[in-house]
């Protein structure tokens, strides 16, 4: 590949403030020095590579703290104004390693719901912050809505199984639920971001430190992809959590899912540009019928062009929604739920997008694009995986129906 | 519907072993592979799970005897009017479980097939090779040794490229056969097979089929390097490596056929690979079928089983729908593989059967790769999880549809006799 990413995915670098342009430019000297030119030597224990310069890049470089409050320390990226260039940043991370994007997705996510809710809750944010200032790899882990299991009602999220219940009791509340699959990286995590609903079922987030009482943790799942972030079912066994650990505003768990869905976007993103620049190497080297190079050829030309397609409207589709989520004058203003629905929608729609340009993209890197050392395939993997967690069960039903029920006023579905 | 086998095939093309067959497998199936294969992934290497359960199946249930004639103990089904559908069967139950072992075990028939199917038979090396599949009750290998550094596709466009782009050399010397070259990802290399079928070039450059040899060279010949495993996005259970031929020989008479029915014999290859491809994606989507049936039963959306949900119940009859078509399809391109020698059939090297079997494999194939990626989404959460198995068709398969010359080969060969193209 002779030209750069920048060059050929057009983007608005034009609005990026300096100092996001110098966060992004770090990191993706990180990303190429640190990780893609060290794959192959990981390549057995890519668990290995991914503590290792995951914690160069949340610790030593600094990315934990991007979220974290500006006068505690941190450099104060919490807010709405910067999630573009979080979604940047995360397409920068995700280029090298989807696992490492998820880790640093789910901890903004956190930040940025903690402070957005913080009226009451100063004592907790900040003690939170000092905790992920200190100098350990921190471990977030969300709990989301998910599928129900026949024969037992639970209160829903739009149609989703809230798995875990909140009871008050005097001194604060507890946290119950069984068996629950967490987003990712349930095994280790030093706090779970839980999705819950109170005794009226409204849908509203606990935060739980990992090592509290009354969290138990089944075996590690193995997984398609994301394997570093190892995850494992758990139980909340009248887990305490305190009054302010219990976020109960109603556009709480929206803003969720909208945040979500932009960073993992990013993430993804992140992910398919580099599948891009594999792809584009191989193209520019692989000869078929004896002396054809694989890219003049019209087939394989034209199936070039769709993994291309794909990748530069995902990026374009993120942007917007990086642009609608910002508080802008210049944007048309929607409500919580407007921006909830447009951020389940588009983010279903880039994860689709990147999914198929890998998939597609693979067909022409025959065996190669199947072993792991041109690590196609891990990002194939990981998409998928993020896909899937992501867009929800029922093949993106719930998707479809938050759509349907925003644009078509659908009341039973 | 109450059962897995209730996806459609014509009746009337199943063959007699099938019902014997089905009992047999299933059982082994069950025993041997099923308990294991979610550990299959981390046995890449060593293959300690898998190699056990290759020789109930293979060894001790005796299906690496299945071409062989009946006077050499083999079951003599290369000669019988059903191989293909036998084949297809066979790679279906197996596929339904792991789709890596259905093709260790399809590809030891695949070189073995270049001597045995009509009108391509070569007695003397069939009795020469027979004692090493039929006389032990261990797993034997054989591998099909024809992808190159430079390229897979282009060796297997025998119609377009007649072997002009193979880079491996064979050259005569008195009564023996010295190879040179480097072959890589066949099945069943990295160590396994016993036995090689190497297509090769007598003179390089040259697009006459004359010149097109295939060779049978033994894995422990002197001059036979072979590299390790390597690590793959899935198909832990075959293994995939480098074949080093250095000055390598091997008696004369181990070339197949001689010039020109060589090309014919390995041609014949081609549509037998295809066919097998189709039943290991009918056998795994017919899985993923069952264990979908389970999540969509028992999991739920708004409280209400998933299955009873319009919108999923949309895409999952749709998933359905597909394997029940797919198979239609899968064991017509194996009637047709059948119909040979019938009146109204096409030999096994008419464009016409390559491209009608290469399109119904291409067909099958994106519905699986689509399908098995929707159903993974279907389970949210879970899709990823290797617990349901569905995403371990789903990584095992993606290669179906890319070996064997790639997607875009099937398609230009579909084009070559639907359109008559003529330069493609
Ligand atoms: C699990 C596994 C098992 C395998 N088993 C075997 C085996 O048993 N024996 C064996 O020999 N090999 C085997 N292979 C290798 C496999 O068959 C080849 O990788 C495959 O044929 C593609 O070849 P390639 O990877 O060299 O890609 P290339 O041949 O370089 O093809 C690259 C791309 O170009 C496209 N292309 C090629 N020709 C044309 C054309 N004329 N027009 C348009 N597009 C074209 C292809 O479709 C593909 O998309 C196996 C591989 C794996 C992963
Ligand atoms: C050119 C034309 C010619 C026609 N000719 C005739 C004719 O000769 N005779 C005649 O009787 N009618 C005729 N129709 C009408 C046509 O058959 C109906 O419009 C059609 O059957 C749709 O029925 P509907 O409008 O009740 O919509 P519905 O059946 O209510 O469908 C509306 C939407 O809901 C979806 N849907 C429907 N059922 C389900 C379900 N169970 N689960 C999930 N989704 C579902 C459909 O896919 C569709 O998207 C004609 C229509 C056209 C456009």
Redesign the interface.
């Known amino acids: 590949m002779n030209r750069s990413l920048d060059y050929l995915f057009g983007t608005a670098v034009g609005d990026r403030g300096e100092d996001a342009q110098g966060v992004i430019s770090l990191v993706r000297q990180w990303a190429e020095k640190e990780v893609i030119g060290n794959r192959l030597d990981y390549q057995r224990n890519y668990a290995v590579l991914f503590e290792e310069k995951a914690r160069v890049l949340a610790l030593s470089m600094g990315l934990q703290r991007l979220a974290l409050p500006e006068d505690q320390g941190g450099f104060g990226w919490h807010d709405p104004g910067h999630v573009a260039d979080v979604a940047a940043v995360l397409s920068e991370v995700g280029r090298a390693d989807s696992s490492t994007g998820v880790l640093l997705t789910m901890n903004y996510a956190l930040f940025s719901i903690l402070t957005r809710f913080s009226e009451g809750r100063e004592g907790l944010v900040e003690a939170m912050t000092a905790s992920y200032l200190d100098d350990g790899l921190k471990i977030t882990s969300c709990v989301l809505p998910g599928p129900g299991s026949a024969g037992r009602e639970t209160p829903l999220y739009k149609g989703r199984s809230i798995p875990a219940l909140v009871e008050s009791r005097d001194s604060g509340s507890t946290l119950s639920g069984a068996n629950i699959r967490p987003f990712a990286a349930g095994l280790r995590a030093d706090l779970f971001l839980a999705v819950c609903a109170d005794e009226k079922g409204r849908p509203c987030i606990a935060l739980v430190p990992g090592d509290k009482p009354g969290i138990e943790r089944g075996r590690e799942v193995l997984t398609t992809g994301l394997n570093a972030l190892a995850n494992a079912d758990i139980s909340f066994v009248e887990t305490e959590i305190t009054r302010e650990s219990l976020i109960q505003e109603p556009e709480a768990v929206p803003m969720l899912f909208t945040l979500l869905n932009l960073f993992l976007g990013g993430v993804s993103l992140g992910a398919g540009m580099n599948f891009f620049e594999i792809l584009g190497d191989w193209s520019d080297s692989r000869v078929i019928r004896g002396s054809t190079p694989l890219k003049e050829n019209p087939l394989c030309a034209s199936v070039l062009a769709g993994v291309a397609e794909d990748i530069a409207c995902s990026r374009l589709l993120l942007e917007d929604l990086a642009r609608l989520v910002s508080p802008s004058p210049r944007a048309w203003s929607l409500d919580t739920e407007g921006l909830y629905t447009y951020a389940v929608m588009i983010g279903a729609r880039i994860q689709k997008g990147i999914m198929r340009a890998i998939n597609r993209g693979m067909e022409l890197m025959g065996s190669a694009g199947y072993a792991k050392e041109w690590h196609a395939e891990k990002h194939w993997r990981d998409v998928k995986t993020i896909q899937s967690l992501l867009c929800g069960v029922g093949a993106a039903a719930p998707v479809k129906m938050d759509t349907a029920r925003f644009f078509y006023d659908c009341k039973e579905i | 519907m109450d059962h897995f086998d209730e996806f459609s095939r014509p009746l009337e093309y199943l063959s007699p072993l099938d019902k014997h067959l089905r009992t047999v497998l299933r059982t082994y199936i069950e025993q041997e592979i099923m308990p294991l294969r979610?550990r299959y992934?981390e046995d890449w290497k060593e293959h300690t799970l898998i190699e056990p359960a290759f020789d109930k199946i293979m060894g001790e249930l005796g299906l690496q005897k299945a071409l062989f004639p009946q006077e050499y103990g083999g079951w003599g089904l290369a000669g019988s009017d059903y191989i293909f559908r036998f084949a297809y069967q066979l790679c279906e139950e197996l596929g339904r479980a792991d789709t890596g072992m259905a093709v260790a075990l399809a590809v030891t028939f695949w070189p073995l097939l270049v001597i045995h199917l009509e009108p391509y038979v070569n007695e003397r090396l069939i009795a020469e090779f027979a004692p090493m599949f039929c006389s032990t009750n261990k797993a034997v290998f054989a591998a099909n040794a024809m992808?190159e550094p430079?390229?897979?596709?282009?060796i297997e466009?025998m119609g377009?490229?007649k072997g002009?782009?193979i880079r491996t050399t064979a050259r005569q010397e008195g009564d023996q056969w010295v190879i040179n070259g480097h072959k890589l990802?066949p099945t069943n290399s990295g160590g396994t097979a016993r036995l090689f079928g190497v297509p090769c070039t007598t003179r390089p450059g040259s697009a006459d089929i004359d010149d097109f040899a295939f060779i049978y060279v033994p894995a422990d010949a002197k001059g036979v390097t072979q590299g390790g495993p390597?690590?793959?996005?899935?198909m832990a259970a075959d293994k995939?490596g480098d074949i080093w031929f250095d000055d390598v020989r091997v008696p004369a008479w181990y070339r197949a056929h001689g010039p020109g029915r060589d090309a014919g014999a390995f041609y014949q290859l081609i549509s037998f690979g295809q066919v097998a491809s189709t039943a290991f994606l009918t056998g795994a989507m017919m899985n993923m079928y069952e264990r979908l049936y389970e999540f969509v039963?028992?999991?739920?959306?708004?409280?209400r089983?998933?299955k009873e949900?319009e919108?999923?119940a949309g895409?999952i009859g749709r998933i359905a729908g597909d394997i029940d078509i797919c198979r239609i399809l899968g064991h017509e391109a194996a009637m047709m593989g059948d119909r040979r020698n019938k009146p109204y059939g096409l030999p096994l090297v008419s464009e016409e059967l390559v491209g009608k079997i290469r399109n119904i494999k291409d067909f099958v194939s994106d519905r699986a790769?689509e399908n098995l990626?929707?159903a993974?989404?279907?389970?949210?959460?879970?899709?990823?999880?290797?617990?349901w198995d569905i995403?371990k068709h789903?990584?095992d398969i993606?290669?179906i549809?890319?070996?064997m010359g790639?997607?875009?080969l099937c398609?230009?060969e579909s084009a070559r006799y639907f359109f008559n193209c003529e330069t493609l």
């Open positions: 979610r992934d992808t430079q390229g897979g596709s282009d466009n377009l490229l002009r782009t990802w390597y690590e793959k996005a899935g995939n039963s028992t999991r739920t959306y708004r409280n089983p998933l949900n919108a999923v895409v790769v990626g929707k993974m989404d279907v389970l949210g959460c879970y899709g990823p999880d290797r617990d995403e789903w990584r993606k290669i549809q890319l070996w790639g997607k875009q398609q230009m």
